[in-house]
């Protein structure tokens, strides 16, 4: 028994919560079933882990940026509440729920696989560290209402391996229109608020007036690179905050430097941030897609890779950042809205905003161009503020923590689960 813990900890905590390894594993796999030369095999292999390490990069440059941007925010604002952030709450369920959430995970990649074997839902998840963060709320959740032992590991993993397949088929339709059709789908549990993103693109904006057909004078047509305008964007974001904040609060933040120095490089460093993640994604994609025809073959018939939210961002870069300012603004004032109301109040995470908002923005573009961008992502921010805080109470002792799940499906799932839970309980 000591020993079976101890290979499904090695498995979830050393292989599928590392999405590199996992993605390297499932292309290894493929490419192995294709019968492709060993060569091929390899090189297919290492790129599709060193295309989600280079991602991974780039995600830590740009949340060294916004970890910054966030606490300078809250400071100059003297704002308090829980910060919604899935790192750290994972973090605290795992001092008492360790085992269960590494037991349902294991068990949920397999009941994904099974899903997707004998349903029509073909898509295999495979961003590892939103699987286990979806682990460790149902652990928490069903445990609250009152479950243990088995029939929580079973029930945990079952929904944990539906769940993995079902969102990426609700996002499938708006994936097609983003793509073009690639054989991509997309794994993120964020997929509630792009859901909705995409909806609302409809109803309020055309597809044809694009975020990337945005018209720029000639003596700023250099601002038509995406990555410039990020930049400059950030750049101003950063020195419009350290203003407002007062230098005894940026300079906690800016080392010594001068405001303008502080926020020139700042901007950089958020944009640094973008470029190496859309280089991650493209080397991703390249590797992946021709090695999960094998796994379609052999596995699961016409299988689909479900890939973590950047995945989108390659196709509409504009869309990015205007979703990632509009999320944030949706946030900002939800934020003045859940007191009134009586509900905890949610301040605006900034990597949670950029993320879901830049996605949510990429799919509102899809469906209703600029207009669909700007107020779909900022229906995201809505959600990720306010499903946070109706998501406390079913968390138990989780709930009295300074902080939350960030994400609109972590809410969806653990207030659904949560309630039917204590009517069985």
Same mark, same amino acid.
């Given at each position: 028994?000591?020993?079976?813990?101890?290979?499904?900890?090695?498995?979830?905590?050393?292989?599928?919560?590392?999405?590199?390894?996992?993605?390297?594993?499932?292309?290894?796999? %493929?490419?192995?079933?294709?019968?492709?030369?060993?060569?091929?095999?390899?090189?297919?292999?290492?790129?599709?882990? *060193?295309?989600?390490?280079?991602?991974?990069?780039?995600?830590?440059?740009?949340?060294?940026?916004?970890?910054?941007?966030?606490?300078?925010?809250?400071?100059?604002?003297?704002?308090?509440?829980?910060?919604?952030?899935?790192?750290?709450?994972?973090?605290?369920?795992?001092?008492?729920? #360790?085992?269960?959430?590494?037991?349902?995970?294991?068990? %949920? $990649?397999?009941?994904?696989?099974?899903?997707?074997?004998?349903?029509?839902?073909?898509?295999?998840?495979?961003?590892?560290?939103?699987?286990?963060?979806?682990?460790?709320?149902?652990?928490?959740?069903?445990?609250?209402?009152?479950?243990?032992?088995?029939?929580?590991?079973?029930?945990? @993993?079952?929904?944990?391996?539906?769940?993995?397949?079902?969102?990426?088929?609700?996002?499938? &339709?708006?994936?097609?229109?983003?793509? #073009?059709?690639?054989? =991509? @789908?997309?794994?993120?549990?964020?997929?509630? /608020?792009?859901?909705?993103?995409?909806?609302?693109?409809?109803?309020? /904006?055309?597809?044809?007036?694009?975020?990337?057909?945005?018209?720029?004078?000639?003596?700023?047509?250099?601002?038509?690179?995406?990555?410039?305008?990020?930049?400059?964007?950030?750049?101003?974001?950063?020195?419009? =905050?350290?203003?407002?904040?007062?230098?005894?609060?940026?300079?906690?933040?800016?080392?010594?430097?001068?405001?303008?120095?502080?926020?020139?490089?700042? /901007?950089?460093? !958020?944009?640094?941030?973008?470029?190496?993640?859309?280089? #991650?994604?493209?080397?991703?994609?390249?590797?992946?897609?021709?090695?999960?025809?094998?796994?379609?073959?052999?596995?699961?018939?016409?299988?689909?890779?479900?890939?973590?939210?950047?995945?989108?961002?390659?196709?509409?870069?504009?869309? +990015?950042?205007?979703?990632?300012?509009?999320?944030?603004?949706?946030?900002?004032?939800?934020?003045?809205?859940?007191? &009134?109301? #009586? *509900?905890?109040?949610?301040?605006?995470?900034? =990597?949670?905003?950029?993320?879901?908002?830049?996605?949510? %923005?990429?799919?509102?573009?899809?469906?209703?161009?600029?207009?669909?961008?700007?107020?779909?992502?900022? +229906?995201?921010?809505?959600?990720?503020? !306010?499903?946070?805080?109706?998501?406390?109470?079913?968390?138990?002792?989780?709930?009295?923590?300074?902080?939350?799940?960030?994400?609109?499906?972590? %809410?969806?799932?653990?207030?659904?689960?949560?309630?039917?839970?204590?009517? $069985?309980?």
């Amino acid at each position: 028994m000591d020993f079976l813990l101890s290979f499904i900890n090695f498995l979830v905590y050393e292989v599928l919560n590392q999405p590199a390894t996992l993605v390297g594993l499932m292309a290894f796999l %493929g490419l192995a079933l294709l019968k492709k030369p060993f060569s091929k095999i390899m090189s297919g292999t290492l790129k599709s882990i *060193l295309g989600f390490v280079i991602l991974g990069a780039g995600a830590n440059v740009l949340i060294g940026s916004l970890n910054n941007l966030g606490p300078m925010i809250q400071d100059a604002f003297n704002i308090q509440g829980v910060i919604p952030t899935n790192e750290a709450i994972v973090a605290l369920a795992q001092q008492t729920l #360790g085992t269960q959430t590494a037991l349902i995970m294991a068990f %949920g $990649f397999i009941a994904n696989l099974l899903f997707a074997r004998f349903t029509p839902l073909k898509y295999v998840f495979l961003t590892g560290h939103h699987i286990f963060f979806m682990a460790a709320l149902l652990s928490a959740v069903l445990s609250t209402a009152g479950l243990t032992g088995v029939p929580l590991i079973i029930v945990g @993993a079952v929904i944990l391996g539906f769940v993995m397949v079902l969102f990426p088929a609700l996002a499938e &339709p708006f994936m097609k229109k983003i793509t #073009g059709g690639t054989d =991509v @789908a997309l794994g993120h549990f964020g997929t509630t /608020g792009y859901i909705a993103a995409g909806f609302v693109g409809k109803l309020v /904006g055309d597809s044809e007036d694009s975020t990337e057909d945005i018209e720029v004078p000639k003596s700023l047509s250099f601002l038509k690179e995406s990555v410039l305008s990020t930049m400059l964007t950030m750049i101003i974001i950063f020195f419009v =905050v350290s203003l407002i904040a007062g230098r005894d609060i940026y300079s906690e933040y800016s080392g010594g430097q001068s405001i303008f120095m502080f926020s020139l490089m700042q /901007g950089i460093t !958020f944009s640094a941030g973008v470029h190496i993640i859309l280089t #991650g994604v493209r080397m991703i994609i390249g590797e992946i897609v021709p090695a999960f025809q094998g796994i379609g073959e052999k596995l699961v018939p016409d299988a689909k890779p479900a890939l973590d939210c950047p995945i989108t961002f390659t196709y509409a870069p504009n869309a +990015v950042i205007i979703g990632f300012l509009f999320s944030f603004l949706g946030g900002l004032i939800s934020m003045f809205l859940l007191g &009134p109301l #009586g *509900l905890a109040l949610i301040i605006p995470g900034m =990597v949670p905003h950029f993320f879901t908002g830049a996605t949510a %923005g990429v799919f509102g573009n899809a469906t209703g161009g600029k207009k669909g961008a700007m107020i779909g992502a900022f +229906v995201n921010g809505i959600l990720i503020s !306010f499903l946070p805080a109706l998501l406390l109470p079913v968390l138990g002792s989780l709930g009295f923590a300074n902080t939350t799940f960030g994400d609109a499906d972590f %809410g969806v799932v653990g207030i659904i689960i949560g309630y039917i839970a204590k009517l $069985f309980a």
